[in-house]
């Protein structure tokens, strides 16, 4: 069984929030790591996302996204 967000319409994906501190949704994420944002700290300068009151609970998401859309844009 492929995991739960294979499963999830693209468009029902990009409305999740990722970071909830802050309310940065997956859709602004996944488009600057789309746009060359490689590391955690690049997708905070240019979302805020992990800058949060939390500490960054939302860090291993934003992990996994940018290791997903690398493999993507690499053709893996």
Known sequence: ??????????AIQG???ICRCNNIKHRTIERVIREGARSV????????A???????????????????IE???EGG
């Open 1 to 10: 069984m492929p995991p739960v967000e294979e499963t999830i319409h693209p």
């Open 15 to 17: 409305l999740k929030t």
């Open 41 to 48: 700290a690049e997708v905070a300068s240019k979302t805020t």
């Open 50 to 68: 992990t800058t949060g009151y939390c500490g960054g609970s939302c860090t291993c998401t934003i992990l996994e996204m940018i290791e997903k």
């Open 71 to 73: 493999d993507e844009e």
